[in-house]
């Protein structure tokens, strides 16, 4: 399996594609990354280097790829953190050019606009392009709880309405969509839960909430779920296989105390999850 991955990147800890890319390839993935901003670390640590990735860096990039005639062996595009709105349309053209090489290429959009700490840390044109255009266009999404309501334009204090969110944004454009945390009133407060929706049914899995709040588990959960959706096409299985994966990656963070991913450490939990967690249809 081919991948284009246009993602974020950091120098250090693992978050856009210094998380995407290495879970991919441990999945088997060939992956071809493209960066959308170049950062010492991620931004939440306080302070940062780097600066963004010019949209005319990515276009070419990508025509470069196109001139090698390597898209239509592309399977699938993953885009994560934008920067500005212009790298948006940048991906959503790499999107149209694989997929007129390969029409059975799909595209993933993970929808980074922010989370329910710290509101929207995106700037105003990038979320805006994501709610009007990317969601659209999208096959796959994979918001956060913060951003399922972002862009649905409701709360979602429940399952019911967190479940009704999903399917305003199916109704958009993606047939599948992941919500990659979600704490409702059904949820007790030791647990965290998942869910997914595609055409033929919705589902949730619920995990034991861990003590660790790391950067980079909504970017590493988008890819596993994507990688895995393509391989089986199934929703189900595809949440159960990335929910598994990550917990146990998580889990190896929190015994740890590491305020990164210990992703490479715990890379065996990518493939070979210590403990399984099955999806229940809702």
């Known amino acids: 399996m081919n991948l284009l991955s246009i993602n974020s990147h950091v120098v250090h800890g693992h978050v856009g594609n210094a998380a995407a890319v290495f879970v991919l390839q441990r999945l088997g993935c060939e992956v071809w990354p493209i960066h959308t901003v170049l950062f010492s670390n991620h931004p939440g640590h306080g302070g940062f280097r780097g600066r963004p990735v010019e949209p005319g860096a990515i276009r070419e990039l990508v025509r470069g790829v196109e001139e090698r005639g390597e898209l239509a062996r592309c399977d699938g595009v993953l885009s994560g953190y934008l920067g500005q709105a212009g790298t948006g349309a940048a991906v959503l053209e790499a999107v149209a050019k694989v997929k007129a090489a390969n029409p059975a290429a799909r595209y ?17 044109d990038v979320a805006e392009f994501l709610r009007e255009r990317a969601v659209p266009a999208a096959d796959v999404l994979t918001p956060n709880q913060f951003e399922l309501e972002y ?112 992703l490479i450490d715990a890379q065996e939990e990518l493939v070979n999850p210590s403990r399984m967690f099955s999806a229940e249809p809702v």
Request: aromatic share 4%; with cysteine.
């Open 151 to 262: 862009l649905a334009g409701c709360a979602t204090p429940t399952l019911a309405t967190a479940l009704a969110a999903v399917d305003a944004l199916a109704a958009r454009g993606p047939s599948v969509v992941l919500v990659t945390s979600v704490a409702t009133e059904e949820t007790p407060n030791h647990a965290v839960d998942l869910l997914a929706r595609e055409p033929g049914g919705r589902f949730r899995l619920r995990t034991p909430r861990l003590p660790t709040k790391v950067h980079g588990a909504g970017d590493a959960m988008a890819a596993l779920f994507f990688a895995n959706w393509l391989r089986t096409r199934s929703a189900a299985s595809a949440l159960a296989s990335a929910a598994s994966a990550i917990f146990g990656v998580l889990r190896s963070t929190a015994d740890r105390g590491a305020n990164e991913m210990r």
């Open 108 to 124: 993933c959009c993970d929808p980074v606009i922010g989370d329910a700490g710290s509101g929207v840390y995106v700037r105003e």
